[in-house]
């Protein structure tokens, strides 16, 4: 295969073999031999271009080449889309591809329209292309609005009229290009937010007449039975028919550990299987899965739009009367149309309206990549204003991951019987609580599965009551279990657990309304929560406050460890809500942080709620902003995002009004043409919203651990 290098530097090559010589299966085959090369550490090939980049040992550069130069063009290897590069992922090049042959397409038509084509040609394309932007602004006039639109079609209009073909053609050119350039941030936005909650493969397995036949995902139908083998992704939802395997649910439900299904059990797309071989007959197909209906959802909230930017876009269509009033104003004043149209030429709603959607949508798609999805664009914006972080204890600043330190036992009854009978009942609820008793009992060899159980009836944040072969059953929080349930609580019971576990999260058991035991189970800290709070502090927030249903004891050495500044300990579901909506009365506002059921109130109370990568589905619903990995730190990258973005929105702001003001001055002084004022402001707009596709934040960097919190107020 020939090639030409692009760039040459130590360790590292970019070639270019032509933009013809291969498609995307073929690239990625040259991809993965490039990467079987010895020394090779990544290996990119883009097959809309033809280029080749390697980054390697330096040592290796001439077997680089050497396998370059050996790839038969007429025969080049292939390969299926792996897990390492799923069908997102493509669709992300297959943009970037699309985007970067629109610009030059655009690019290349204008400069050849000006080069090649005679005057009278050019003239007559320019009228053929101004008839859509005409019929549009014509379209708002007849809605009664005077807006961007209409502006945008009086000036075209005007320059042909006056002869200026040449002009109007820059005009329409540039508004081509802003408006590709919108679409494509657009696209990466949602692009960037579906690759980062779903990921399927292009082809999977099917169980076709008893034999294993490969079939385009697209193919897929509710009723199939699905071959699965050890490292697929599921592809869709489903119910296991066959075999057993232990699937990596943390796409959606945020466990860490891997959790067994055998026939009989429920599966779901995205997930994965980390080992195992499953046959699963599908219920919902590609599209109908269960997460395809977050990602539309999430899509869906995306285009709620930031209050800035609404108004932004407000404000360009307010401004629009102006101008024309300006232009008549100024027609009458020096009776010349010329320096009139200065105003029509360069205005500020062009701009205004353009690159404030660049900037949310830029924002959105990077918050997005960093694992924080912004539902909204105006949640990023209030999260910048935000003074108070209320925050849920378990889950959220502890680990996601408890364990059970100590188990009581009372009366005849063993440390044995309270956790296979804890552990019974637990199983079946997805909280990191009862996670840790299930692992504990399943630590110990206790068995509990064959366990039959009658109705249940899950307390929200209390506990559970259910019955257990015949017998009643309760567990859950000592309010729930003595003052719920009316369990008799022996004399000093609870204060000898609190004694010997003073920092510990305690559930109590309790069978035919007597105890039988307690479970202490320590929610060590995130390491990072004590650092994130610090750096947050930094970021301008005044106020920290924690919500727990645990015991005092435990909410007072959490906040006295992380320096919260007020604390509410034993608080039930509907206090939590009425704390945040409290906090919002006083002038705060305020950001909730949560991850269970129980916090699913206080969420949709906030001012901007988010959720922790391993809430549960409702409130990861009802939550505003969800983070994507187990970072209690990516709460400092979604603040630093917001403020960052509404510090470019302002710059933006100041940087349109003073260059077009001087664009307009200069023009209506006759000290630069029209089309040169035109140039000039339609150059600035693409230039600025070329700059709000950027990145706002720098690459990541590692932050020094705060130092040791300062004690709360207790209220």
Same mark, same amino acid.
């Given at each position: ?7 040459? #530097? /130590?360790?590292? $090559? +970019? ?11 073929? *690239? &990625? !085959?040259? =991809? ?84 090649? #084509? /005679?005057?009278? $040609? +050019? ?11 005409? *019929? &549009? !602004?014509? =379209? ?89 083998? +050890? ?13 057993? !395997? ?470």
């Amino acid at each position: 295969m020939r090639y030409t290098i692009v760039s040459d #530097l /130590p360790g590292r $090559l +970019r070639l270019r073999c032509g933009s013809l010589v291969m498609d995307e299966a073929e *690239a &990625r !085959g040259v =991809a993965q031999a490039l990467m079987s090369v010895e020394g090779v550490r990544v290996a990119e090939v883009h097959p809309a271009n033809g280029s080749v980049l390697v980054a390697f040992v330096p040592a290796s550069r001439d077997a680089v080449l050497l396998a370059v130069g050996s790839f038969d063009v007429l025969a080049l290897p292939t390969a299926e889309t792996g897990l390492d590069e799923a069908s997102g992922a493509i669709e992300v090049r297959a943009e970037n591809n699309r985007f970067t042959m629109e610009v030059m397409r655009l690019v290349g038509a204008h400069v050849l329209r000006r080069l090649l #084509l /005679p005057a009278p $040609l +050019r003239a007559a394309w320019v009228v053929v292309r101004a008839i859509g932007f005409v *019929a &549009r !602004g014509l =379209a708002c006039l007849v809605r009664g609005e005077l807006t961007v639109e209409v502006l945008d079609a009086t000036a075209i209009t005007a320059s042909i009229l006056r002869g200026s073909f040449d002009e109007a053609g820059t005009i329409i050119f540039f508004l081509q290009l802003s408006a590709a350039m919108e679409r494509h941030v657009q696209s990466r936005s949602h692009l960037a937010l579906r690759g980062n909650m779903i990921t399927r493969a292009e082809t999977v397995w099917a169980v076709v007449d008893g034999q294993d036949v490969r079939i385009p995902i697209d193919e897929v139908a509710r009723g199939q039975v699905l071959h699965l083998g +050890r490292g697929s992704v599921l592809p869709v939802d489903g119910v296991v028919v066959e075999g057993t !395997g232990e699937v990596d649910e943390s796409s959606m439900t945020g466990e860490s550990r891997p959790v067994q299904k055998r026939p009989g059990s429920t599966v779901y797309a995205g997930t994965a299987l980390g080992a195992g071989d499953l046959r699963v007959r599908v219920t919902a197909p590609p599209g109908a899965a269960r997460i395809d209906g977050i990602v539309s959802m999430v899509e869906e909230s995306s285009q709620l739009k930031a209050g800035v930017q609404s108004r932004a876009e407000h404000l360009a269509d307010a401004l629009v009367p102006y101008s024309f009033l300006a232009f008549f104003a100024i027609l009458a004043i020096t009776r010349r149309p010329q320096t009139a149209m200065a105003v029509l030429m360069v205005d500020y709603s062009c701009a205004i309206k353009l690159s404030m959607p660049i900037a949310v949508m830029s924002a959105m798609s990077e918050g997005t990549r960093r694992g924080v999805v912004a539902k909204g664009g105006r949640y990023l914006e209030e999260l910048a204003s935000v003074d108070t972080f209320v925050f849920d204890k378990t889950g959220t600043l502890t680990c996601a991951c408890p364990t059970v330190e100590r188990v009581f036992a009372v009366g005849g009854a063993s440390e044995e019987d309270v956790l296979r009978l804890a552990a019974c009942i637990e199983e079946h609820f997805p909280h990191s609580m009862a996670r840790a008793i299930v692992d504990e009992a399943a630590r110990r060899g206790l068995a509990h599965e064959d366990e039959l159980h009658a109705k249940v009836n899950y307390v929200v944040a209390h506990g559970i009551s259910t019955t257990v072969g015949g017998t009643d059953a309760c567990i859950g929080s000592a309010h729930f279990v003595f003052e719920d349930e009316a369990v008799p609580c022996p004399d000093g019971f609870v204060e000898s657990v609190a004694e010997k576990c003073p920092t510990a999260s305690v559930i109590y058991l309790a069978t035919d309304h007597e105890l039988l035991g307690a479970i202490a189970i320590s929610d060590p800290l995130r390491p990072e929560a004590c650092a994130t709070l610090g750096r947050l502090r930094e970021l301008g927030v005044e106020k920290f406050v924690m919500l727990t249903g645990d015991s005092d004891a435990c909410a007072r050495h959490v906040a006295a460890r992380l320096g919260i500044d007020e604390w509410h300990s034993q608080v039930l579901p509907e206090d939590k809500s009425s704390y945040v909506q409290q906090l919002r009365d006083q002038g705060h506002v305020v950001a909730m942080v949560g991850d269970g059921i129980n916090d699913s109130p206080a969420l949709a109370a906030a001012d901007v709620s988010v959720a922790m990568s391993d809430a549960s589905d409702i409130a990861r619903a009802v939550a505003d902003v969800c983070i994507l990995n187990d970072q209690l730190s990516s709460l400092v990258t979604a603040r630093e995002l917001a403020q960052r973005l509404m510090g470019r929105i302002h710059a933006d702001y100041r940087t349109i009004v003073t260059f077009n003001s001087a664009l307009i001055a200069l023009g209506v002084a006759g000290a630069i043409t029209l089309t040169t004022a035109s140039t000039a402001h339609n150059l600035s707009t693409f230039a600025i919203a070329a700059a709000n596709a950027r990145p706002l934040l720098p690459a990541r960097t590692s932050r020094d651990a705060c130092a040791p919190g300062t004690q709360g107020t207790h209220r």
